[in-house]
T-cell receptor, first 112, second 113 residues
Framework: QQQVKQSPQSLIVQKGGISIINCAYE??????FPWYQQFPGKGPALLIA?????SEKKEGRFTISFNKSAKQFSLHIMDSQPGDSATYFC???????????FGKGTKLTVNP | GAVVSQHPSWVICKSGTSVKIECRSL??????MFWYRQFPKQSLMLMAT?????????EQGVEKDKFLINHASLTLSTLTVTSAHPEDSSFYIC?????????FGQGTRLTVV
């Protein structure tokens, strides 16, 4: 019930390509779905987040697509750049708990 | 975004000693802070919720006597790893919620030798 399943585990994309990372959840009480970017040796940084009342949110090159009925959400990185190479975590929380349940992470490598 | 400062960034300690890690919220007050643990190439696992003015709430399987949490003020929480052993070596990260978002510290790499 508390799990967030993330795939793929690793992803290699060419510069300029689209990176797509997927997450699925079981707990229908989740109502906040953020994506975090983490560089080696650093804490995670919030990238973009979405709530279930919208199906898509876009900020610059980053887009979250949300499918409430399928209990899935995904991160799309357009025009991927080598500087985007990092580990990406999806997460979910519920109510006002602010406790985050994290996916296992996706290591993205963008080749020049 | 909000600034969360964690100190130290890295620490090496001898087995059997204790280590204290600080998490400070620099530009807002927080009655709640969270402590996570991250093993190499793995996800973040919530260890405990630090509550200002009351006891910390620990997740299942986390030893409260080993990982002492003190929420000293509305801007400071500390995590003390007591009687550290090599298996406690990990990356410890705090987060501070602000409205609906969570802001993370830069993490502390603990190595127990």
């Amino acid at each position: 019930q508390q799990q967030v399943k993330q795939s793929p585990q690793s992803l290699i994309v060419q510069k300029g390509g689209i990176s797509i990372i997927n997450c699925a959840y079981e707990n229908t009480a989740f109502d906040y779905f953020p994506w975090y970017q983490q560089f080696p040796g650093k804490g995670p940084a919030l990238l973009i987040a979405i709530r279930p009342d919208v199906s898509e949110k876009k900020e610059g090159r980053f887009t979250i697509s949300f499918n409430k009925s399928a209990k899935q959400f995904s991160l799309h990185i357009m025009d991927s750049q080598p500087g985007d190479s990092a580990t990406y975590f999806c997460a979910a929380s519920w109510g006002r708990s602010e406790k985050l349940v994290f996916g296992k992470g996706t290591k993205l490598t963008v080749n020049p | 975004g909000a600034v969360v400062s964690q100190h130290p960034s890295w620490v090496i300690c001898k087995s059997g000693t204790s280590v204290k890690i600080e998490c400070r919220s620099l530009d807002f007050q927080a009655t709640t802070m969270f402590w996570y643990r991250q093993f190499p190439k793995q996800s973040l696992m919530l260890m405990a919720t630090s509550n200002e003015g009351s006891k910390a709430t620990y997740e299942q399987g986390v030893e409260k006597d080993k990982f002492l949490i003190n929420h000293a003020s509305l801007t400071l929480s500390t995590l003390t790893v007591t009687s550290a052993h090599p298996e406690d070596s990990s990356f410890y990260i705090c987060s501070v919620p602000l409205r609906t978002e969570a802001f993370f510290g830069q993490g502390t790499r603990l190595t127990v030798v």
